[in-house]
């Protein structure tokens, strides 16, 4: 994939755009763009790549992503039967006047546009809500949509903790190069965590010698491969001990880790504690 910069056209008479998408299949290539960019997804599903993130995506999902944050919604075959449809509002943040947010009112959405640089998955009971203040601002005349899509900020920057981050904490949009070598490798990464990754198959992938791919990924991530790796494997290994019933040594080996000491090491040094430790202090909370 080549990361394309799209160009966002408002018709005339509007400051930011709003668009029912409906088709087979979500066409819209790995690319970026200036403005946020809030996106109810109807029908279909797939992959999402946003920034150094991948998951997937279903109906219902309502995600709000930032400016410039490199991404795309791959359909899977399985998964398009019935089509692809999507709201869509694309908007800069100045949109309603370069001084808007900076209102003392207003600073909780000023720190809601900061955080949407990492891009935000929406949850409910906010998710619902949003997307019929989406459909509203869809269908609704003049200055009515601008009122509209300021009530969906400030609704959305007053339950913050409905959200939760897409790319790592410390992904950099303006690190991401032009070329889209990046999206392939993070795809096949997330793709590939229960198994053996190693540098030598990534930096195939990535048509580069295992020494230059270990400079190139830690130029535009901020962070070694290895690194992201293992922090994508505890994320999931967190998700496995909070969802579902399996053993700590089947969490281990189902995340990818070789052995348990290893993963134990990893754990206690992203999460804080040892994984059981973790899993019996989250049972015990109310």
Known sequence: MRLEVEPILCQVDHSFTSLAIAGPRFSCPYHRHPELELVAIDASGGRLVAGDHVGAFAPGDLFLLGPDLPHIFQNTAIETGGGARAL?????QDFAG??????PELKPVRRLLQAAHRGLVIGEPLRSRLR???????GAPGGK????????????????RCTKPLASAGYDPA?????????????CIQEGLAEELTIADLARLAGLSPNAFSRWFRQQTGRTCIDLINSLRIREAVRLLDETSATVTEVCFSCGFGNLAHFHAE?????GCPP???????QDRP
């Open 98 to 103: 370069p001084g808007l947010f900076a209102l």
């Open 175 to 187: 690190s991401v190069p032009t070329e889209g070598r990046m999206a392939d490798v993070l795809a």
């Open 145 to 160: 949509r601008v009122c509209l899509l300021l009530e969906a900020l400030v609704d959305l920057a007053g339950a913050i």
């Open 276 to 282: 059981g430790r973790y899993r019996r202090r989250t």
């Open 132 to 138: 019929a203040t989406m459909e509203g601002i869809h």
């Open 267 to 271: 754990f206690r040094r992203r999460i």
């Open 88 to 92: 869509v509002v694309q908007f800069r």
